[in-house]
């Protein structure tokens, strides 16, 4: 059985209607988490703009609010270009600091 394709005009209705009254949560959530408001604020336009694409062919997720915080904090780490998990970003350090502190023992030896 396949599904319905989704209106393409209750789609849009559905996110102007998000963004009239979840913009400024989303956007301090954002900016709660990321400590950087222009990256928060076009990460969150960023979701925006898929969330038009990828709702027109899917429809609406069970939870709108959290698609759009996810994509966006995804956006944003794409962005920025650092590493999504916790856990590459302390293998990263992990690299630097035995790199620094091999640098520290050749100068001071």
Same mark, same amino acid.
């Given at each position: 059985m396949?599904?319905?394709a989704p209106?393409?005009? #209750?789609?849009s209705r559905a996110i102007d209607a998000l963004t009239r009254t979840d913009?400024?949560?989303?956007? *301090? $959530?954002?900016? #709660?988490?990321?400590?950087?408001?222009?990256?928060?604020?076009d990460a969150l336009q960023d979701a925006l703009a *898929? $969330?038009?694409?990828?709702?027109g062919r899917?429809?609406?997720?069970a939870s709108p609010q959290g698609w759009l915080l996810k994509v966006a904090l995804r956006k944003a780490t794409v962005a920025q270009g650092r590493p999504r998990r916790p856990?590459?970003?302390?293998d990263r350090a992990a690299v630097a600091g035995r790199s620094g502190r091999r640098r520290h023992?050749?100068?001071s030896g």
């Open positions: 396949h599904r319905a209106d393409p005009q #209750a789609v913009r400024g949560r989303l956007l *301090s $959530a954002l900016i #709660a988490r990321l400590k950087n408001f222009q990256l928060a604020e *898929s $969330a038009v694409v990828h709702w899917t429809g609406l997720p856990q590459d970003r302390r023992r050749r100068h």
